[in-house]
């Protein structure tokens, strides 16, 4: 399943009957454009950068070529940054 590639997969916490109807329904609300962007972080291992449009579209967008990482420095909130062991977007270092 999709949420696994993001979320890990745990079969003996996995609910068979969420895929059946709930999980459905998020479809209503999907962006290809998200599921894009979480593959492109999860390739880039170390870099939370925004969306990679390509180097002449970076070019016109950011005025560089490779995407620029968030400015998480200047996130103020409180942040909660949950993670387990087969999370393959975040990990614990």
Known sequence: ?????????TPEET???FFNFEG??????FSWK???HFLQIANTH????????????????????????YPIQKILVPTLLVSSPN???????
């Open 1 to 9: 399943m999709l949420v696994w590639a993001f979320c890990g997969y």
């Open 15 to 17: 609910d068979p009957t």
């Open 24 to 29: 459905a329904s998020y479809l209503d609300n």
């Open 34 to 36: 998200i599921l894009f």
């Open 46 to 69: 170390d870099r939370y950068q925004m969306y990679d449009y390509g180097k002449g579209k970076n070019l016109e967008i950011y005025g560089t070529k490779i995407p620029p990482l």
């Open 87 to 93: 999370d393959s977007l975040i990990t614990l270092k």
